[in-house]
């Protein structure tokens, strides 16, 4: 697919006009055959959200990481038990996480557990031996990351009195393959495990704390001490398990096996989509899809959510899928959980948390149990101009100089009469990237200021307008909102005479930070 060039999200609320300020270069909005205008927004850097309309119909949202970044970090997301469900913004708010889309397929309804696996900051959490291995995993690449498609699976043993050693079949599993054996340690949660016997005839469960068993039981526990693991047999799987009492030596060990080195995050899918460029020709109805992808070098990532069941997009077949995340430049592709599940939540340039960025198809989050996203330990870039700052601030002669208010920002602020002409203060910053910024003034407050000072935010889609009340909030930061700004030195915010509100129209200082 030809990349689309970059269209920008504002906020409806700012006034479109401009105002005595200097030209500022057009947007170019670029379409495709088959797609309508792409809107992109930086989240962070190395993370970028895109919006698109494309055949279908069908309403697209792509989260697009660059791994390399070494303020980026890949990050599984989770309510904070493996038996537990939450909806993913709140998953994603739990550890700051700057977007996520939702993960594995689970147990709808009963444990709420993932059934495929889960790795997060290299410690397995939860994952079968066999069924459900296929993995997008994260791993270490020097100061950033890189990833690729897997397959990890559990290898556990249970190690009894005398030496026999039992491989265990699952670790915090919503169920227990047939005649296996399950472990599970406090991440479990509270859930009862007499919902993971799946119709087993026979269980024997025994709690194995400092290496001797701490209690035996034909009963499925629920929550798991701190410093316990329980080890719970289905039919055979509970026969070996029989001869054992309190007081017996146990020892219990599990780790990940697979996949290309140490998984420093990963998360389960069903079908792979694309591996090594070729596509899948699986067949299976449209619907809401959730896919992760990654490039031949694994160094760029997509995590795509489609929107389906409705007249406004109706979703994809696995083809179209697997076709469309080829098309991205995904070389390798996983399928997540779709349907209702597919959500993509990201925190917008200003806002304090994540909110959600498609439409679910249930009309709003399903409660899932995880997630995959990215958080940040970007420093946001900012900068503070004031009127006396050298070769930062212009201003005609009909601007006046003033000490009078407290308030002020500074040594002193410039004041004007307002009129209907053009007549504008100008704030010079050097912005050091293309991207979303955050602008806030400074100005004292009088009831003899102006009520209506228009405030100019040049952008990349023209120049923006805010009006501010100078009779109110002075002596503090006011944001105007977040606006993308281009890359380079030049008059970004301007304060305008022309207004028809009453009273001394105030410049004192600007402040612009990286969102």
Same mark, same amino acid.
């Given at each position: ?9 504002l906020?409806?609320?700012l006034a479109?006009t401009?105002?005595?300020a ?10 495709v ?8 927004t930086?989240?962070?850097? @190395?993370?970028? #959200?895109?919006?698109?309309?494309? !055949? $279908?119909? *069908?309403? +697209?949202?792509? %989260?697009? /990481?660059?791994? =390399?970044?070494p303020?980026?970090?890949?990050k599984y ?11 993913l913004t ?30 997060? @900051?290299g410690? #397995?959490?939860?994952?079968?031996? !066999? $069924?459900? *291995?296929? +993995?997008?995993a %994260?791993? /270490?690449?020097g =100061? ?45 949660g ?20 400092a ?11 629920g929550k ?6 329980a ?13 054992l ?9 599990y780790?990940?096996?697979?996949g ?27 619907n ?12 760029k990532?997509w995590?795509?959510v ?10 994809m ?9 080829k098309?991205?430049?995904a ?11 597919s959500?993509l ?14 439409t679910?198809?249930?009309?709003a ?24 700052t ?12 003033s ?6 920002f500074?040594?002193?602020y410039?004041?004007?009469d ?10 010079k910053?050097?912005i ?31 120049n ?12 503090r ?36 930070t990286?969102?």
């Amino acid at each position: 697919m030809r990349r689309p060039a970059l269209t920008v999200l504002l906020s409806a609320l700012l006034a479109l006009t401009s105002l005595g300020a200097p030209p500022t270069p057009a947007l170019a909005v670029a379409t495709v055959a088959d797609a309508g205008t792409l809107a992109v927004t930086s989240l962070a850097p @190395g993370l970028t #959200l895109t919006n698109t309309s494309i !055949s $279908g119909p *069908n309403q +697209v949202n792509i %989260l697009t /990481a660059d791994l =390399a970044e070494p303020t980026l970090q890949p990050k599984y997301l989770s309510p904070g038990t493996v038996g537990a469900t939450a909806a993913l913004t709140t998953q994603a708010n739990r550890v700051g996480a700057i977007a996520a889309v939702n993960g594995d397929f689970f147990d709808i309804g009963a444990t709420g557990a993932p059934r495929g696996v889960g790795i997060d @900051g290299g410690s #397995l959490l939860h994952g079968p031996a !066999s $069924g459900w *291995n296929n +993995v997008a995993a %994260l791993y /270490a690449n020097g =100061a950033g990351s890189r990833g690729g498609l897997a397959q990890i699976f559990l290898d556990a043993t249970v190690t009894l009195p005398g030496g026999t050693r039992l491989t265990a079949t699952n670790l915090n599993s919503p169920d227990i393959a047939a005649n296996g054996i399950g472990v599970y340690n406090p991440l479990w949660g509270d859930e009862p495990r007499s919902q993971v016997l799946d119709g087993a005839i026979r269980s024997r469960e025994i709690e194995v704390t400092a290496g001797k068993v701490s209690k035996v039981s034909t009963t499925p526990g629920g929550k798991v001490a701190n410093g316990t693991v329980a080890v719970l047999g289905v039919n055979t799987g509970a026969d070996a398990l029989a001869g054992l009492a309190v007081g017996d030596t146990v020892t219990v060990n599990y780790a990940p096996r697979g996949g290309d080195g140490a998984a420093q995050v990963a998360i389960g899918g069903n079908l792979v989509l694309v591996k090594d460029g070729v596509a899948t020709t699986v067949s299976h109805p449209k619907n809401p899809r959730t896919a992760v992808g990654f490039s031949a070098d694994g160094l760029k990532m997509w995590l795509v959510v489609v929107d389906g069941r409705s007249t406004a997009s109706v979703g994809m077949t696995y083809v179209e899928l697997a076709a469309y995340m080829k098309s991205l430049g995904a070389d390798d592709a996983i399928n997540l959980d779709g349907g209702g599940s597919s959500t993509l939540v990201a925190r917008m340039p200003g806002a304090t948390s994540v909110s959600v960025r498609n439409t679910p198809s249930d009309g709003a989050q399903r409660a899932v149990p995880n997630g995959i996203g990215f958080v940040s330990t970007a420093q946001a870039w900012s900068t503070t101009v004031d009127n006396t700052t050298a070769g930062r601030f212009t201003a005609s002669a009909n601007w006046g100089t003033s000490t009078y208010s407290s308030e002020r920002f500074g040594a002193d602020y410039r004041f004007a009469d307002p009129v209907l002409a053009s007549d504008s203060a100008w704030y010079k910053v050097n912005i050091p990237q293309t991207a979303a910024y955050e602008v806030s003034v400074w100005y004292p407050a009088n009831a003899g200021y102006n009520d209506s000072t228009p405030y100019i935010v040049a952008t990349t889609s023209g120049n923006q307008t805010v009006r501010v009340n100078q009779r109110v909030n002075g002596g503090r930061w006011v944001s105007l909102g977040v606006f993308n700004l281009a890359a380079g030195d030049a008059n970004v915010v301007g304060v305008s005479r022309w207004t028809a509100g009453t009273g001394y129209v105030i410049a004192d200082a600007v402040r612009i930070t990286r969102a």
